[in-house]
């Protein structure tokens, strides 16, 4: 089960003229309400020196042999600062303890000594602490110390340690450090599941998979950071106030009461804050567009106490570019309230961190706590066009579990993007309740940089992975990254290697071996235009080398028994019928005219199935209809393997179009094609936040 994330200590620091400082203590545990009663605390310069201290380099016990400490804590100061204008200034120290509560000594640290005052600090968390000093009139943060738990153990006291290789067991260093140096920001915990300053780490092992997730930073981790530091251009907000309904408007704030925002296109959570002494929130740093806001109880010592109940605020927020969307609300008291959703699982195991799932993957998801039992299968949703639910599914489990325990099957879209999504819940009552950020799509997780396409390695292997189907060995993948090392850090030689390798393996490779292929045979069997699901599944089958024909006949022999393709062909049609059929489609809907191969076609007829296939295969390979083909296969498959879905009508016909005014099978138009869909933001925005690549640089 989930383990507890690090404890926030804040210190506030008064300094007054011709006296000595004097030090107020506010604690804030991972089991008690976020809401922050104080002036929301900064740095007063986005510019921030933090001390390593020395220990780092000579990790104790507590540290897994050969991980990889200094890289963890730097990969970690670089996430933040890729989200937001924060520049982290590097020093080393031989300090080994965080200051203590009495004083700061101007070192804001960061250490994984195994001291008696780290040991102390450390007493009642489990990865790591952070102690923040500030001025409370200003909020201005003047030291922040971060110390991992030199001591780290499970729940049930067993002794563990940290990692960096996703060891099973042990916490990941990284993801501690990312979640920690977000405290050091001045932020709060955040009661997303899938955000990086969610309360709770899981170790790796939970659910049967290394705990890498919490490294990477979410929209709700970006949207936060940038309220605090920019950059704010163009970006707007929502905010309001929330007050009891059962006292008049005002007078009965709502404290405590966890508020987030979620694209309404996309379904991905973006943004979240938990309510002040005075009712109020501020969703800011949020792009210009439309959201839906939802609101429910915090989760607190432990346990779902109910506010409130849960549901939308508003459906549909529309947000502009440097403006200020209000949006209050009277709530409905949570009494008789009987849907408490408490945990979400994978494997049959439960937790309360976000599920990891995988675009294009169906899932089977466990969902815990009172009144799940009286949830149908119909009224369990991901508020997301890229989920599915199978209500059919819906099975209730028999767990040692105090709370019903039910699970249920989620199909994930191909063209799912990075983000967090969240579970909605009605209860045969009409009560709702949410999970938010229950599922996390992240295929970049190991990736060692923001903009995981800028990472050499991933982004050869997901080129490999999108454009011929599987992921690349060991020796493919060294034979391929050999080709970047001569352009060093250019930057340009990198930009022509990185299309080199994608128009060779699209253009050169994908193409022609599977996407005309598919294209061809959908549009002659069937009349029609293949779709993403066939493509991902057809895909699988075909084999390359001296396979290849054998797997395209075995596809044409599965394609004419279907009844789509019976009931364009007859199976009573005679030979002469069933070949002058194949003609005239290809004719009609490839536009190539192959009458001239009616004998070569009736000679591969001999009444059986595979002779019908034969008769398929050898018209959708033949030389004039590939030529005829080419330019939307060409453009349909790059919709299919970067974008991973369907095309619009516009998009296909304009990239059509432009092919077509340019030689037939014309290298530097193939290539120019490849750079469009490569850098475009979508293909970007399936592996993170960041697009550090535009079309431009297609010119």
Not at 228 to 245: Q, S
Not at 342 to 348: D, K, Q, S, Y
Not at 622 to 650: C, H, I, K, M, S
């Amino acid at each position: 089960m989930q383990q507890l994330f690090s404890t926030v200590v804040l210190f506030s620091l008064f300094l007054g003229l011709g006296s000595g400082v004097r030090l107020e203590t506010k604690d804030s545990t991972e089991l008690e309400p976020t809401t922050q009663n104080v002036k929301q605390i900064r740095w007063p310069k986005k510019t921030i020196e933090v001390a390593l201290s020395t220990s780092l380099q000579l990790p104790s016990a507590n540290i897994k042999t050969n991980s990889d400490v200094v890289g963890a804590v730097r990969r970690a100061m670089a996430r933040w600062s890729s989200m937001a204008n924060i520049n982290f200034v590097v020093t080393w120290s031989s300090t080994s303890s965080v200051s203590p509560a009495s004083g700061g000594d101007g070192i804001s640290l960061i250490t994984i000594a195994d001291t008696f005052e780290n040991e102390a600090f450390n007493a009642d968390s489990t990865t790591g602490r952070t102690r923040v000093f500030y001025e409370p009139e200003t909020g201005e943060i003047a030291e922040a110390d971060i110390s991992v738990n030199p001591r780290p153990k499970s729940e049930e006291g067993a002794d563990l340690q940290f990692s960096t290789d996703g060891t099973p067991g042990t916490y990941d260093l990284e993801a501690t450090f990312t979640h920690e140096i977000g405290h050091l920001l001045g932020l709060d915990h955040s009661q997303v599941l899938a955000s990086t300053m969610q309360s709770r780490q899981a170790f790796n092992g939970t659910f049967g998979l290394p705990a890498l997730t919490e490294r990477t930073l979410s929209e709700d981790d970006r949207q936060r950071v940038r309220s605090l530091y920019g950059p704010k251009t163009r970006l707007g907000k929502i905010e309001g106030r929330l007050a009891d309904n059962r006292m008049p408007v005002g007078l009965t704030p709502l404290q405590a009461v966890n508020i987030w925002a979620e694209n309404v296109v996309t379904g991905r959570v973006v943004a979240s804050d938990v309510t002040d002494s005075d009712g109020n929130y501020s969703l800011d740093g949020l792009a210009p567009g439309q959201y839906r806001v939802i609101v429910t109880s915090n989760d607190e010592k432990g346990a779902l106490q109910r506010k409130v109940r849960s549901f939308e605020v508003a459906n549909t927020v529309l947000v502009k570019p440097e403006s200020t969307t209000q949006l209050n609300n009277s709530l409905v008291p949570a009494q008789g309230s009987l849907l408490n959703p408490r945990v979400i699982g994978l494997n049959a195991e439960l937790s309360t961190v976000a599920v990891p799932v995988e675009a294009g993957k169906r899932v089977k998801i466990y969902l815990g706590g009172e009144g799940i039992d009286q949830v149908p299968g119909t009224s369990i949703a991901v508020n997301s066009p890229y989920f599915t639910v199978d209500p059919s599914t819906l099975t209730r489990e028999q767990l040692s579990t105090p709370f019903p325990v039910v699970s249920i099957e989620v199909s994930v879209a191909p063209s799912a993007p990075f983000g967090d999504y969240s579970i909605r819940l009605q209860a045969n009552s009409g009560e709702t309740a949410f999970v938010p950020g229950a599922l996390t799509i992240d295929p970049a997780v190991a990736s060692a940089v923001a903009s995981p396409l800028d990472d050499l390695r991933f982004f050869i292997s997901q080129q490999y992975s999108d454009l011929v189907g599987q992921r690349p060995d060991t020796a493919t993948l060294d034979k391929l990254a050999a080709r970047f090392a001569t352009c060093g850090a250019r930057v340009e030689c990198l930009r022509e290697r990185r299309l080199d390798l994608s128009t060779e393996l699209f253009a050169h490779d994908e193409l022609p071996a599977t996407g005309q292929f598919l294209h061809g045979l959908y549009l002659v069997g069937l009349g029609r235009r293949l779709r993403i699901s066939e493509f991902e599944g057809d895909r699988a089958v075909i084999k390359r080398g001296e396979e290849l024909d054998g797997s395209r006949q075995s596809l044409a022999l599965a394609l004419v028994q279907k009844p789509e393709f019976l009931r364009k062909y007859s199976e009573d049609l005679k030979a002469s019928e069933f070949v002058d059929a194949i003609i005239s489609s290809t004719g009609q809907n490839a536009g190539v005219d192959i009458s001239s191969e009616r004998k070569s076609l009736l000679g591969l007829f001999d009444g059986s199935k595979a002779g019908r296939a034969a008769v398929l295969v050898r018209a959708v390979t033949l030389p004039a209809v590939q030529d005829g083909q080419y330019n939307q296969a060409f453009v349909l498959t790059q919709y299919f393997t970067y974008l991973r879905r369907d095309p619009d009508e516009t998009g296909l016909n304009f990239w059509v179009n432009t092919m077509k005014s340019k030689p037939l099978r014309d290298n530097a138009t193939a290539r120019s094609m490849v750079c469009a869909f490569l850098n475009s933001s979508e293909y970007q925005e399936r592996f993170g936040m960041l697009t550090t690549h535009r079309t431009s640089e297609c010119n």
